[in-house]
């Protein structure tokens, strides 16, 4: 096979940092080709390069045999190379064609109804089953990605580079990307994956090249090479795919939620007649398909949602009604769903977002002045416990920083504070293996020193592999809580599609 892609011995430094050292990269014509690495190894970097968002500071690109220069993404374009990035660049108010053709309009006569039957033929081709006329806000998080793939092949592109595509992903999402992907290798086109999920390299790929801390460390035939040789390959050490738990031990109720009815945006109930109880020395996981009304869940027990009625009590006392901060002061922790939205402040320095919560009192604060000696001390700690890298350190935008450094940031932020409570919602969304193995031994620490866990994720086997108890959720009603040492994915599969467990069936 030829290569299609070849970038050879790439440089890239920025400030205080060595972002790809000597890195070489081959793609074949007609293969998925993976990148794997840890947060802040440089993969993004050495593809933002390929796309033109970067220029390296050494080395050459050649483009099906030829050496070319890349200045921007116009000029990769024109070369038949598009990028589906980490984070979306659609407009939410424009519909699906009218966003596909943004850049690509023509001279003077805006053709919607020519672009829209390409588009249509085109989404039927690639089983992307999407509706050229829906507008951007109204579709799932899964659909505005497949538009973001309609926009490469719009555009003709033959090289397309996927920046963490499953990221923001559902599971049933998920498998239907990898089949997109095969259906464009049947199409003769040729895929780069970054991702650090192991499992998805092994479903999709063919080879893998593997990049640590900026160096390139080998490329493997996926076929032949084990899930724990590529993760101690990226890692520098074997990693441990298993929780270690001690038997749980559980003491008095932290978190009662009686009867609890929340509406969403639509005034539709979200929550319906929901009842839960979590102890301490415990790990609660939150199972369902994404939608189900979790998301009101967690917003009604951090403050965030008004609750229509029912009650929450936090350690023996009243909770509904209190602020935001009387919660985080009561002892309730928040991981949330949306890093970027409702975990940081994108345009201040890590250090300031690592006190958050906390910047209004001793010791970071006195007579209302702030102490920023002491905020930058406990912001290094959090970053150092946590492995978060940025190039500018703690002063860093938390902006600039990767999907997966901001994410261990804000789990850093909130498990320095020790809550009787920690509300987890996606904790490992975006991680590599070696942070997924270490948060996952900070929250079974966390339980274990009698604290207690929420586990909201669509990952199942992190339901498993974490949680004491499994609370299921369907349409926004709790179908059953098992332990999870007496059931299974096929049975907890089963109640997340709403169908009650056998006991309580009867």
Partial sequence: ?????EMLNIRKEFPGIVANDDITLQVEKGEVHAILGENGAGKSTLMSILFGLYHADKGVIKVRGKEVRITNPNDANDLG??????????????????????????????????????????SEQYGLMIDPSSVIEDISVGMQQRVEILKMLYRDAEILIFDEPTAVLTPQEIEELMQIMKNMIKEGKSVLLITHKLDEIKAVANRCTIIRRGKMIGVVDVASTSQAEMASMMVGRPVNFKVDKKPMET?????????????????????KDFSLKIARGEIVGLAGVDGNGQSELIEAI????????GSISFNGEKFTHLSIRERN???LGHIPEDRQ??????????????????????????????DQKKIDVHAQEICDAFDVRSGEGIFSHAGKLS???????????EMVLEPDLIIAVQPTRGLDVGAIEYIHKRLVEHRNKGKSVLLV?????????LSDRIAVMNSGELIDVVFTKETNEQEVGLMMAGVKNKETAK
């Avoid at 109720?253 to 009815?261: C, D, F, G, K, S």
């Avoid at 997966?404 to 850093?412: L, T």
């Avoid at 994720?457 to 498993?464: A, C, M, V």
């Fill in 1 to 5: 096979m030829s290569h299609v892609i």
């Fill in 81 to 122: 190379i598009g990028m589906v990035h980490q984070h979306f660049q659609l407009v939410q108010n424009f519909t699906v064609t009218e966003n596909i053709i943004l850049g690509k309009e023509g001279h003077f006569v805006l053709d919607r109804k020519g672009a829209g039957k390409k588009i249509k033929a085109l």
């Fill in 251 to 271: 003491g008095s109720t932290v978190l009662e939620i009686n009867h609890l009815n929340v509406f969403n945006v639509k005034k539709y109930f979200a929550v």
């Fill in 302 to 309: 951090t403050g965030l949602r008004p609750i229509e009625s």
């Fill in 329 to 331: 002061e009561a002892g």
């Fill in 341 to 370: 939205k409702l975990g940081l402040i994108m345009d201040s320095s890590i250090s300031d977002n690592m006190v958050i919560k906390e910047y209004y009192r001793s010791p970071f604060s006195k007579n209302g002045i702030l």
């Fill in 403 to 413: 999907g997966g450094n901001q994410q261990k940031a804000i789990v850093g932020r």
């Fill in 457 to 465: 994720s669509f990952e199942l086997d992190e339901i498993f592999n």
